[in-house]
């Protein structure tokens, strides 16, 4: 397998293994033999049809769901080093006519304290802290029900990088958001990704962003069927197979 510009081997660095991976729910074999290496620093793109198992595969990741294989997070010198995982995913929906805004979201799911308390200082301080991350400390008195796409996504992403994880990991992130907004989200992406060395893997049915910012894009249908730089996936004979044969706009 390709494993991006590490060459194969981890060397000084971190990474995430996934070794013969398989889900099975009642008799239907969701997943089988998925094997994947992703080193920190590095964007990896999993693409696939609908119903190939790429949520599946996020959801084994997270520990939401059985599976068979091993998930294993590696940095060296360090031995059993627990994994901390920022999740952002497919498309919340917010009611535009509901009160909470941008800040009230954080101080929900950063403190004990009920939101409809108030956030004090400390609290919105913080929260500003984490917005900029992602440039977007503008968005904290927004109700969340009045953001668009690229500025829901860009505060989701904040969210998850409190605290600072190992792996991010995006499901759709590109969904309903306008092209200048995708183009805007995946640079945001890179900059976190070089800033904080992170491993990224996010799910995408959107294959023109691919060639710029994924390191190694994967294929997969119930199993990997290839994997490699944008270019040689894009352009092998599995993709145009698995896309001509199930019919799914390229």
């Given at each position: ?162 605290p600072l994880p190992n792996v991010l990991i995006l499901d759709e992130p590109l969904s309903g958001v306008d092209v200048e907004g ?69």
């Amino acid at each position: 397998m390709n494993v991006g510009s590490h060459g194969g081997i981890c060397g000084h660095s971190c990474c995430l293994r996934i070794q013969n991976l398989g889900v099975t729910i009642g008799n239907d074999s969701i997943l089988k033999d998925v094997t994947m290496h992703i080193h920190c620093g590095e964007l990896v793109a999993l693409i696939g049809p609908n119903g190939a198992g790429k949520s599946t595969l996020l959801k084994a990741i997270l520990g939401q769901i059985a599976h068979e294989g091993t998930i294993s997070f590696s940095v060296p010198g360090q031995r059993n080093r627990k994994v901390k995982i920022g999740y952002v995913p497919q498309s919340p929906t917010f009611d535009p006519g509901d009160p909470i805004t941008v800040c009230d979201l954080f101080a929900c799911c950063m403190s004990k304290r009920p939101a409809f308390l108030g956030v004090g200082k400390k609290m919105r301080a913080k929260v500003l802290q984490c917005l900029g991350r992602v440039q977007a400390e503008g968005l904290i008195d927004k109700r969340m029900g009045n953001l668009s796409g690229g500025e829901l996504q860009r505060v989701l992403l904040a969210l998850a990088l409190e605290p600072l994880p190992n792996v991010l990991i995006l499901d759709e992130p590109l969904s309903g958001v306008d092209v200048e907004g995708m183009t805007a989200l995946m640079d945001m992406l890179d900059e976190v990704r070089v800033n904080y060395d992170l491993s990224i893997l996010m799910t995408t049915h959107n294959f023109d962003m691919l060639k710029r910012y994924a390191n190694q894009v994967v294929l997969i249908n119930h199993t990997v069927l290839c994997d490699g730089t944008a270019d040689d996936v894009l352009s092998g004979k599995e993709f145009a197979q698995v896309f001509h044969r199930t019919g799914e706009a390229i």
